[in-house]
């Protein structure tokens, strides 16, 4: 079936929970009712003291009763908003518009609470999640294209665009959640099909990458770098820390593909005994 949103899916019997309001409203009535002839007893007590016809413990305790009594309306009437919340709740309405792909409970039977009833799917531009790997997480941003394979649609390709990129890891690996929309309405994708996605990242379109000795590349809580040197005088150099990101692992060496500039020069050895800000003595400082 088609549904609109807003539109009535399911509803629970009601009958206890308005049987429930009916008690609650009952009881702010009485609750109101005892406020105000709390509030009339402190008004004449109030009087007789003043006229020295009252005790002032005659006075207190009907401030009291007076103070109980609307703080006993203010009680019964978030009950009342209680109630009326859960009356609220014995009907489910249709979150978007779209159609019925699966009924689960039957008529009268009995369920519990959070319990799938109906399973709607969206009538708006069909969506793909993937997981991608830390070291390219970074490379993707909301708004770029990708282009979308589907293994029921037999050479074809469809057209994506990111909606959504992680900023958090999943709990399984390393990897991070990206949303991707068709920008275009299929009416023969269907929600479940297995998809593949092909991402065009900046260093496959030009995007320049520099290959250092992996051994190079160090890691601590703040992330991966690497030590250059600046030169200082002479044959002396001033140790820094290039914070980076890398990418594949080649035959040559690993991809850094941010943090490092041309003439940078990395530390290849002895990473363990320098420390930034330490100045050491360079090889080949003429080149």
Do not use: C, W
């Amino acid at each position: 079936d088609n549904v609109n949103r807003g539109q009535l899916i399911a509803y629970l019997d009601p009958e206890a929970y308005s049987i429930q309001l009916q008690e609650v409203q009952a009881s702010l009535e009485q609750a109101k009712a005892s406020e105000i002839n709390a509030n009339a007893d402190y008004g004449r007590v109030k009087q007789l003291y003043i006229n020295r016809n009252a005790s002032k413990s005659d006075l207190d305790a009907a401030r009291a009763q007076s103070e109980s009594s609307k703080a006993n309306v203010k009680t019964m009437e978030k009950k009342l908003e209680s109630a009326k919340l859960n009356l609220s709740y014995t009907k489910l309405y249709s979150p978007i518009s779209g159609r019925i792909a699966d009924v689960f409970p039957n008529e009268n039977e009995n369920i519990n609470s959070g319990q799938e009833i109906v399973l709607v799917i969206s009538d708006s531009l069909p969506k793909v999640k993937v997981t991608v790997p830390e070291s390219l997480i970074f490379l993707i941003n909301k708004g770029d294209i990708v282009k979308i394979t589907f293994d029921s649609i037999k050479n074809k390709s469809f057209r994506g665009i990111v909606t959504e990129v992680g900023i958090a890891a999943t709990t399984k690996a390393t990897t991070f959640p990206v949303k991707i929309i068709l920008d275009e309405d299929i009416k023969n994708i269907r929600s479940g099909l297995a998809s593949e996605v092909t991402f065009t990242f900046r260093h496959e379109a030009g995007f320049k990458y520099f290959i250092i000795p992996p051994i190079a590349i160090l890691e601590d809580r703040k992330g991966k770098y690497v030590y250059t040197v600046i030169k200082d005088k002479k044959d002396l150099g001033k140790i820094e820390r290039k914070n980076v990101t890398v990418g594949n692992i080649r035959s040559e060496g690993m991809e850094v593909l941010t943090g490092l500039e041309n003439g940078y020069k990395v530390v290849i050895a002895g990473m363990s005994k320098i420390k930034e800000g330490e100045i050491v003595k360079m090889e080949n400082s003429g080149k």
